[in-house]
Nanobody
Framework: QVQLVESGGGLVQPGWSLRLSCAAS????????MDWYRQAPGKQRELVAH???????NYADSVKGRFTISRDNAKNTVYLQMNSLKPDDTAVYYC?????????????WGQGTQVTVSS
């Protein structure tokens, strides 16, 4: 059974930083693209950042220059460094990944971690 587990969320003040982590575990053969999504109350889930297995990245316009996605393939882990946080960044952040395991290639979601930016 493959699982994605996020950590690192919390309550911070505007301008502060947080680093989210998402570790994949289970019978993993390899991991393709890994993404961070977020969902604020009353809003649709949106893609925040994307990273390929080779390390190419893409970001939502709202976080460009403030957030950085990275991954450690040896640890099956993806990170999201969030700097200069704003109240509009408040949301539940979800990890998503395309993972090869025994049944084949499948898309997985983590359970989410809450990020609250407030003074």
């Amino acid at each position: 059974q493959v699982q994605l587990v996020e950590s690192g969320g919390g309550l911070v003040q505007p301008g502060w930083s947080l680093r989210l982590s998402c570790a994949a575990s289970g019978r993993i053969i390899s991991i393709e693209a890994m993404d961070w999504y977020r969902q604020a109350p009353g809003k649709q889930r949106e893609l925040v950042a994307h990273i390929t297995r080779g390390g190419s990245t893409n970001y939502a316009d709202s976080v460009k220059g403030r957030f950085t996605i990275s991954r450690d393939n040896a640890k099956n882990t993806v990170y999201l460094q969030m700097n200069s946080l704003k109240p509009d960044d408040t949301a539940v952040y979800y990890c998503n990944a395309d993972i090869w395991s025994d049944p084949g290639l499948k898309n997985y979601w983590g359970q989410g971690t809450q990020v609250t930016v407030s003074s």
